[in-house]
């Protein structure tokens, strides 16, 4: 089982990957709608697994993941993209993402990117 917390600036996305994760056996420790509460959600909550939508508002994704990144190298974060983001996704794992997942979510692929970080 693995503490995760959910960023996205859609209450919609973030209700169905709490879904799929606290299923999985998860347990959430915090929602985030943009960059700047995930950086202070991560720092109050310590969470296993971030889930990091690209696009947000105030601080998008790639801005709060080098943030995450400098302040704790360890972090391991899940970008989550929309298609047709996929120079986004590669600018995140060279920026130190640990996996990424496409919207709409599949149930299967996010509990097994899940599973290869715990």
């Known amino acids: ?3 995760i917390l959910i960023a996205d600036d859609a209450a919609f996305m973030r209700m169905m ?4 994760l606290t299923e999985g056996g998860h347990e ?6 943009n960059g700047r509460e995930v ?14 939508d690209i696009t947000m508002p105030e601080m ?6 080098k943030v995450l990144k400098a302040n704790d190298p360890r972090a ?14 590669i600018e995140a794992i ?7 997942i496409v919207k709409p ?8 990117e899940v599973a290869k970080l715990v």
């Not at 060279?94 to 990424?100: K, T, Y």
């Open 94 to 100: 060279q920026s130190g993402a640990s996996s990424f």
């Open 76 to 89: 391991k974060v899940i970008m989550c993209s929309a298609m047709g983001q996929e120079n986004m996704v």
């Open 105 to 112: 979510f599949q149930k299967e692929k996010v509990l097994e």
């Open 39 to 52: 950086i202070d959600l991560y720092r109050s909550h310590h969470p296993d697994i971030v889930t990091l």
């Open 28 to 33: 959430i420790v915090a929602e985030a709608a």
């Open 1 to 3: 089982m693995a503490k």
């Open 60 to 65: 998008d994704g790639l801005q709060a993941l």
């Open 17 to 20: 990957l709490k879904n799929i």
